[in-house]
């Protein structure tokens, strides 16, 4: 990683410190607005890694090159690209075919949804919006970049992917607004409900959208009638011909698929039965025929193929680091794979975060990522810690305290009217 130049210009190729001072200050507009997402999407991966210099190149440097550099490489390191990981390609491969699937549809009214679910920091949200911009852009490629549904003389901005966060006090108005928000569509405050949908379903065919990214869905509660009516209204957004995409923490467990049950066994989600079952004979909701599940899993290190896809990640993000004296086997070598597995359980997000701190804290000292290095790094991990080789399981919710219950009296009964029967002849 480290090995040196033998001749010409080390930071041949090194932006100026106003372009670097532009990288780092830039701001990227919302993700959930029509501008934000194409910026999202045409410039996702393209930040250029800081060149690979030995220490005497460094101290080669003139004072003034050596801070463009560490500042560079500095923005390098805190902006680890996004692997092929196993639990991204389940995503995306998912994603891909129900979004293929669903575009050549003609007579099916419904179009059959995805929903996404994990716990924090697992990634998520980064594997369905680069599910989304690949399928974006083969889609434009496809039509040239023109709308194949847009009426003569029209100029409406052809949005193949439209990405949403479910608003925190979710109503059919409010998440009605958000969506129309993402193309800055003026509405009316007074505007009545079946008029917000009519301008959605308007908006919605008129851009070209072909998915819907709902993320964090997981703020729904179905005891709220809000939100079941929100949901409703998701259900009634698959007959418009878009693919719906929910992503969200515990889908499972909030209610959207009836209230499930991680079995141990299996290590799948399994749904009771409704109670309505009994009375009506409905084993499914319609919200469990419409949509496939995805649950996506952190890291393991139990199986030998396990070991592998993990020891094969921080390869990746071994040879993306820039520090002065870092070398092969910085990440992979030794007991250093186990104590990331043990500092982080697994879970991508941490472990990115674990590894930006720690070559931040690297640059101007050790300039080397070690176990003594990341000790001295707190790293808050949600839920209690679990071994490796378990199956992440939700807490199960407090269960409501039961109300003491009144002990009755142990005072002896009085035996003395009882009739014991005729006594025996033989005594006995």
């Not at 500092?343 to 941490?350: P, S």
């Not at 219950?405 to 035996?415: F, H």
Request: proline content about 8%.
């Amino acid at each position: 990683m480290t090995r040196a130049l033998s001749h010409g210009d080390p930071l041949e190729g090194l932006p100026s410190r106003a372009r670097i001072a532009e990288l780092i200050l830039s701001s990227r507009p919302p993700l959930d607005t029509y501008v934000g997402w194409q910026h999202y999407r045409t410039h996702c991966g393209l930040l250029v890694p800081a060149p690979t210099i030995s220490p005497r190149q460094w101290s080669m440097l003139p004072e003034s090159r050596q801070y463009d550099y560490d500042l560079y490489r500095e923005l390098t390191n805190a902006n680890l690209p996004l692997q092929d990981t196993p639990m991204h390609d389940k995503v995306g491969k998912l994603i891909r075919r129900r979004l293929s699937s669903n575009t050549r549809k003609k007579d099916d009214p419904t179009r059959a949804g995805v929903m996404i679910s994990g716990w924090g920091n697992y990634g998520k949200t980064a594997s369905v919006c680069s599910a989304g911009a690949v399928f974006e852009e083969q889609w434009l490629a496809l039509h040239r970049c023109l709308n194949p549904a847009a009426l003569p003389g029209a100029r409406d901005l052809h949005a193949p992917v439209v990405y949403v966060s479910t608003p925190v006090t979710a109503t059919p108005k409010s998440l009605c607004a958000s969506i129309l928000g993402f193309f800055r569509a003026p509405t009316r405050k007074s505007a009545t409900l079946p008029e917000l949908v009519r301008l959605v379903a308007d908006s919605l065919h008129d851009h070209g959208v072909k998915a819907l990214i709902l993320d964090d869905i997981s703020r729904l509660r179905m005891h709220r009638a809000d939100d079941q009516d929100v949901l409703d209204l998701m259900r009634a957004f698959m007959s418009l011909d878009v693919t719906l995409i929910l992503t969200g923490v515990n889908i499972p467990g909030i209610g959207l698929l009836r209230e499930a049950m991680w079995n141990k066994t299996t290590r799948q989600w399994e749904l009771p039965p409704l109670e309505s079952t009994r009375i009506h004979g409905l084993e499914i909701t319609q919200t469990e025929h419409r949509f496939d599940l995805i649950e996506i899993d952190r890291f393991r290190y139990v199986t030998p193929k396990q070991i592998g896809v993990f020891v094969d990640h921080l390869t990746g993000i071994e040879q993306h680091l820039r520090l002065l004296n870092a070398k092969v086997g910085m990440l992979t070598g030794g007991t250093m794979p186990e104590y990331l597995m043990r500092r982080t359980g697994g879970v991508i997000g941490l472990l990115g975060r674990l590894l930006e701190d720690g070559a931040h804290e690297a640059i101007g000292g050790k300039e080397l990522i070690d176990e003594s290095l990341l000790d001295e790094i707190v790293l808050r991990r949600d839920g209690p810690e679990q071994a490796p080789d378990e199956p992440v399981i939700p807490t199960d919710p407090p269960s409501a305290a039961k109300p003491p219950q009144q002990t009755k009296s142990t005072r002896p009964r009085n035996t003395t009217f009882d009739d014991h029967g005729p006594a025996s002849a033989t005594g006995r």
